[in-house]
């Protein structure tokens, strides 16, 4: 489960990207503190690597989800500062991601921000979920990333 504060951006890509490079593999969820709605250039960002994201909704936490998961993804300290108490048992990442939402400028440039963070967002999703060996997205997909 990928968690932000407003599950409209970063939690839902992750969720997209998730559900696209696993398959089948896993259960993907996404929620957030304050579901805000998905932002439209999440969608916009993730159609641009052919992934749709239109049917996603933004969803609050719910405990007793929680409880079931193996692992917990927060993208945002807010998230992980406040994200209910977990059983022993599920597996927590923190990755502190900007919001993308948060960022003002021209049209362009705010959908650049919700790019970088895109290509963050599969690159780690990459590095810490996917089996070894397993492909992801076609080669060049989502490569645009900053290096870390």
Known sequence: MFLCTGNSARSQMAEGLARSLLGGTWEVYSAGLDPKGVHPLAVRAMEEI????RAQSSKPIDPALLDQMDLIVTLCDDAAERCPVTPPHVRR???SLPDPAAVEGTGEQRLAAFRRVRDELLRRIRQALLPPGRPGLAPGV????EEE
């Open 50 to 53: 052919g992934i749709d994201i």
């Open 93 to 95: 990442l923190h990755w």
């Open 142 to 145: 989502g490569d645009g990333g």
